[in-house]
Nanobody, 115 residues
Framework: QLQLVESGGDLVQAGGSLRLSCVAT????????MGWYRQPPGNQRELVAT???????NYADSVKGRFTISRDNAKDTVYLQMNSLKPEDTDVYYC?????????WGHGTQVTVSS
């Protein structure tokens, strides 16, 4: 069974930066797409950014130019560098791993941006 463990969430002032990390452990399937999602209250979980094993990336329009996703395949780790944070970025951020082996989620890490 694959498990995902997120870290890096914190309280930060608007305009600040955070770096989230997510490590995959257990039975890891390759190739894969790893990514970050968030779930605003009362809404469905929404995509923030994804990255394939080959390095192709996809971003939500709301974070383009501010967030950067990257991954270290040797460490089975995905990162999300978040710059110029806004109060509306406040949310729980979930790590995701998709492959032929299935669709797995982490438990989430809280990001809070104060105005």
């Amino acid at each position: 069974q694959l498990q995902l463990v997120e870290s890096g969430g914190d309280l930060v002032q608007a305009g600040g930066s955070l770096r989230l990390s997510c490590v995959a452990t257990g039975t890891i399937y390759r190739p894969s797409t790893m990514g970050w999602y968030r779930q605003p209250p009362g809404n469905q979980r929404e995509l923030v950014a994804t990255i394939t094993s080959g390095g192709s990336t996809n971003y939500a329009d709301s974070v383009k130019g501010r967030f950067t996703i990257s991954r270290d395949n040797a460490k089975d780790t995905v990162y999300l560098q978040m710059n110029s944070l806004k109060p509306e970025d406040t949310d729980v951020y979930y790590c995701n791993h998709k492959s032929f082996g299935g669709d797995f989620w982490g438990h989430g890490t809280q990001v809070t941006v104060s105005s």
